[in-house]
């Protein structure tokens, strides 16, 4: 149940009868069993009718590092969530090209569901650096922010104007897509840690070998 310092009532929550959409931004390199109860967790607390999950286009805070083709994250997240009938999947910031800023993502998501609260999910490492994303004024106007736990991270409200954040504790899954990446270029396995057909489609294309 969503829990901590800040207001727990989304602003779209009661508002009339509006669908509620949450949205799951990640760079999903691989996508990982932590992202899938994270959303799941989400749904169920705010009473989501849906969760999209939308694969970063370009990370342009993850530049220091190779990102793997947009293609295989984007598949691999179709895989990952195809069973759940709460779940779909999103092109639009791979798309619309170029480095993916949030409040790029958000706008095309207003104008696709008209009449529709939206619920952006984040875990606790991305809400720490949220103010240092692009134009977090209008950010901020364009959905509610839900803040995860996630082990070895401190969750907490990191600024935002009020009644913009909830924060939600949910089972802690101490699993990264740095970790995954690294075990199967050492050969160890990732099974349990991601879905079977990612674990298939990983090893399918050889992703993750030569790091
Ligand atoms: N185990 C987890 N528990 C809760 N939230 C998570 C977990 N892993 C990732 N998230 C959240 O999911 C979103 C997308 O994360 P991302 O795709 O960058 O995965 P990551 O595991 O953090 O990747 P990397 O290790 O490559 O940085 C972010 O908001 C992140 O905080
Ligand atoms: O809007 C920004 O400037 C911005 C900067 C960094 C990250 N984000 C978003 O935060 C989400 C998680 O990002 P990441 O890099 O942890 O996979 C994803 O949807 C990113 O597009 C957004």
Aim: charged letters at 25%; aromatic letters at 8%; one cysteine or more.
């Amino acid at each position: 149940m969503p829990t901590g310092p800040v207001n727990d009532t989304p602003r779209g929550a009661g508002g009339g009868g509006k669908r509620r959409l949450g949205v799951m931004g990640g760079t999903f390199d691989p996508i990982h069993h932590g992202h899938l109860v994270a959303a799941s967790e989400v749904a169920a607390a705010f009473h989501l009718d849906e969760v999209v999950f939308v694969p970063t286009g370009e990370p342009w805070q993850k530049s220091h590092r190779t990102v793997s083709p947009a293609e295989d994250r984007y598949l691999m997240t179709v895989i990952a969530t195809a069973e759940n009938p709460q779940f779909s999947v999103s092109r639009i910031d791979i798309d619309r090209g170029g480095p993916t800023y949030t409040v790029d993502t958000l706008r095309d998501l207003r104008a696709l569901n008209p009449d529709t609260d939206l619920f952006f999910i984040t875990g606790a490492d991305a809400l720490a650096q949220i103010l240092t994303w692009r134009d977090t004024e209008e950010l901020f106007s364009l959905a509610h922010f839900i803040g995860v736990t996630r082990p070895g991270h401190h969750l907490d409200d990191p600024g935002l104007p009020e009644g913009i954040v909830s924060l939600v504790e949910v089972p802690a899954l101490a699993i990264s897509s740095t970790d995954c990446r690294a075990r199967v270029a050492k050969g160890d396995p990732i099974w349990y840690l991601v879905p079977d057909g990612v674990v298939r489609y990983i090893t399918k294309r050889e992703l993750y070998r030569g790091e």
